[in-house]
């Protein structure tokens, strides 16, 4: 495996947990590398379902190390939850962990600034998850973050928290909303931070090393392409990059030390929260996909959006990633379905765009241009390769892989480990 960064290569929830989970067995270590607990990975264990939010999934497999990277925000009460809930459900959590000492952390005043700037946007809302990760990512840009290493420095963290709660106090009285309380926040973040503190780390050298030692590497993005702060459909869109690019500033790790670039992607397209989605079904279609792939959000319980697979979106995660093979999951959603469609372009009046565009406002007005198949109409759940597929799911699936420009790697036909293959 060496180092293979796993990238989403649509708007987020392409179940990247599940295919992350099964590449897992050939890694030493998983690392995640931005975003945060606005991310929501779900990952089946024979019966037992884990969501995780934070904490790589990686986690789940005993002998692997899990990394949590520079380039994720960190809210440091949801991450200690996270770990208490996954050692009462007996996943050990000891040495197999560590947390980035220059990731950045998220506060109350965050989450608080979110929902307020959403609820300011009324109809131009962005459908955050309110976690506070745009905020947050604000402040690194800013230079007045705090990070994890701060909450190792007593003195050094009072002086900057006690600085912040007297901004933001500020903002919010422009707001008319309550003050926050310097005192509860501080005892709060102290107390994990005694409880983070035996695995916070110098990742960037520990990692660099890991590679120089020949470990193989797992690099996990959270979101999708097009939910990435550059590439993505902005303004409706998260804070950081998603994307591979993502994955060296996010890590450390050197761009010429990547090995290999995956890509998942859903045999159909969802979303959640605003912006333009071309392939959108407003009909009982929508309606099916919705229910047959239980889409709703793993961390917001938001009903996704749903719609056909859109191929312009896929070339594009497949140029801007540099994807070298594709994980297409969620096959089996579709195997009632009597015609199955494609957008193979999109048109605004007579120009057509087999790129994607970049404006935002012409993104909102292109129509999709489809290629229908024929469904297969069959389970494909018991399929454990290529040509266990009924003959359409085979034409349907090259299709895929031929329009996105790259080849097939690993198909998925359920939520579990075993209803995965390698091509
Ligand atoms: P934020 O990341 O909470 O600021 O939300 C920005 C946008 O990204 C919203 O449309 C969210 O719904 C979306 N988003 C954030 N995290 C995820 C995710 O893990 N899956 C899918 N969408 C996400």
Request: hydrophobic share 35%; glycine share 10%.
């Amino acid at each position: 495996m060496a180092t293979t960064i796993l990238v989403g290569a649509q708007w987020g929830d392409e179940g990247k947990g599940k295919i992350i989970d099964v590449l897992t067995a050939q890694a030493d270590i998983v690392v995640r590398y931005q975003g945060g607990n606005n991310a929501g990975h779900t990952v089946w264990v024979g019966t037992d379902k884990f969501i995780l939010h934070l904490v790589p999934s990686g986690i789940l497999h005993p002998g692997k190390i899990s990394v949590i990277g520079n380039g994720v925000v960190i809210d440091p009460c949801a991450l200690v939850e996270e770990i208490e809930q996954l050692r009462v459900r007996g996943v050990a959590i000891k040495d197999n962990l560590l947390i980035s000492e220059t990731a950045h952390v998220v506060f109350p005043y965050h989450r608080l600034l979110d929902g307020i700037r959403e609820q300011q946007k009324g109809k131009r809302k962005i459908g955050t998850t309110k976690r506070g990760i745009g905020p947050a990512y604000g402040d690194k840009a800013s230079r007045t973050g705090l990070r994890m290493a701060d909450l190792l420095a007593p003195e050094r963290f009072t002086g900057k928290l006690r600085q912040k709660i007297r901004e933001n106090n500020e903002i919010f009285k422009a707001f008319d909303a309550p003050p926050l309380s310097y005192t509860q926040i501080h005892r709060q973040y102290m107390e994990c931070a005694r409880k983070l503190r035996p695995f916070i780390a110098d990742t960037v050298t520990w990692l660099n090393r890991a590679v120089n030692k020949g470990k193989n590497l797992l690099l996990e993005g959270a979101q999708g392409t097009m939910l990435d702060i550059d590439f993505g459909t902005y303004p409706f869109v998260t804070s950081s990059n998603s994307t591979a690019g993502g994955a060296c500033t996010g890590t450390g790790i050197a761009p010429h030390r990547i090995d290999k670039v995956v890509g998942v992607m859903k045999a159909y397209t969802t979303r959640v929260g605003e912006g333009p989605f071309p392939t959108e079904l407003h009909d009982g279609r929508g309606t099916l996909l919705r229910e047959t792939g239980q889409e709703f959000g793993a961390t917001t319980g938001r009903p996704r959006r749903c719609g056909w697979f859109d191929a312009v979106v896929t070339r594009y995660a497949v140029m801007v990633n540099g994807i070298d093979e594709l994980a297409v999951t969620k096959l089996d959603v579709l195997d009632k379905l009597p015609k199955i469609k494609i957008c193979v372009a999109y048109k605004v009046g007579h120009k057509v765009y087999e790129t994607m565009p970049q404006d935002a406002d012409i993104l909102q007005r292109c129509k999709p241009m489809y290629e229908e198949f024929d469904g297969w109409r069959t389970s494909t759940r018991r399929a454990r390769s290529f040509s266990q597929l009924p003959p359409q799911a085979q034409v349907y699936l090259s299709k895929l892989a031929e329009l996105s420009g790259t080849k097939l790697g690993i198909v998925s036909v359920g939520a579990e480990r075993e209803e995965t293959f390698f091509l």
